[in-house]
């Protein structure tokens, strides 16, 4: 099974390698790259999780504040804090330690359906991959950080370039092929996107590749046009092969905060999306939006965008993830980002 899909965590792994040769990995471990986000989640409410505080309903209520200005929105902070309320009652909660622990349960039940399982790969054909998302949010990157993983798994790999929409998202994504060494099919400025989607799929299947990875345009969601244009993708690619795409994941922005949930609710109704990837969580305080989403859709998040290499690209690991955005507790206080 290629590992870079696994759902323990990342070691010393061939998919940990940067893309490029110029490209270093980020330092410092998920706890680390995480930092911006968990400062928006709970950085205002640290305090509460050392000393000896009094865990009364104002710090319930500081608790959910800080959930709703991180973009959790209120159906999952209200969640939370339920569970919180109820948990300090039953258990008699009264120190930092606890409180911080029945945090870090409700928010893994929260996000453990979804974690998804590795993909299998068919054999007989190339598993397909179709990347969908708005401009801007990292999409084309993202699927090249995918690209240099699967390639340092030792999977043969190609792309194909379906934003025919902009020239410069054909450029950047033979840009991207050049560096890795991974043939990337593609027409001309203004081609069919889904001619070009059956043509790659033809040659990767020629070619005998394991993995063929479909970048999209990225006009607004609200986009009509594009969103027709990603179903005759899919159609056509259903045509050349009716198990065709195995996979159809968005890629969102945390940083966009609660306007992820309507790109979800769009794309999905239009492609019938299987997974989620979402980018720029160092640099965010939103990223409580991965709670709004788990809430609203729990659709699979595959992987989890942390830096610009492609060593930051993570399989998304609930636990994990949930220990990232924790702040230590008084025993732990130790332990820093």
Not at 57 to 62: G, H, N, P, R
């Amino acid at each position: 099974m290629n590992r870079f899909f696994s759902r323990g965590k990342r070691g010393e792994d061939s998919a940990d390698k940067p893309a490029a040769a110029d490209e270093k990995p980020a330092g410092g471990g998920l706890f680390a790259r995480l930092s911006r986000t968990r400062e928006g989640l709970f950085g205002g409410i640290s305090t509460l999780f050392r000393g000896n505080n009094v865990l009364d309903e104002s710090a319930l209520e500081e608790i959910e504040d800080q959930l709703l200005v991180a973009d959790a929105g209120v159906a999952v902070s209200t969640r939370i804090v339920d569970h919180l309320r109820e948990q300090v009652r039953k258990r008699r909660i009264s120190d930092p330690d606890a409180l911080r622990d029945s945090l870090g349960t409700v928010l893994a039940d929260l996000l453990l359906p979804c974690e998804a399982a590795p993909l299998e790969f068919p054999g007989d054909r190339p598993l397909v991959i179709m990347m969908v998302g708005v401009n801007g949010v990292g999409k084309t990157t993202t699927l090249a950080k995918l690209a240099a993983g699967y390639r340092d798994s030792g999977h043969r790999v190609m792309l194909a370039a379906c934003d025919t929409f902009r020239a410069a998202a054909i450029e950047q994504l033979q840009n991207w092929g050049e560096r890795l060494g991974v043939p990337v099919i593609a027409q001309s400025h203004g081609a069919d996107a889904a001619a070009v989607a059956f043509d790659a799929y033809e040659a990767a299947r020629a070619r005998k590749t394991d993995v063929l990875l479909v970048d999209t345009a990225g006009r607004q969601h609200t986009h009509g046009d594009l969103m027709e244009q990603l179903r005759k993708v899919k159609r056509v690619l259903g045509k050349a092969d009716p198990a065709v795409p195995d996979e159809v994941w968005l890629t969102v922005d945390a940083g966009n905060g609660q306007n992820v949930l309507s790109q979800v609710d769009q794309f999905h109704q239009a492609v019938n999306l299987t997974g989620l990837c979402v980018t720029k969580l160092d640099g965010t305080a939103k990223g409580g939006v991965i709670l709004a989403l788990a809430e609203k859709h729990g659709l699979p998040i595959r992987y989890l965008g942390t830096g610009e290499s492609a060593a930051d690209l993570r399989p998304f690991v609930a636990r994990e993830f949930v220990e990232a955005l924790l702040p230590p507790a008084d025993s732990q206080g130790a332990a820093t980002g």
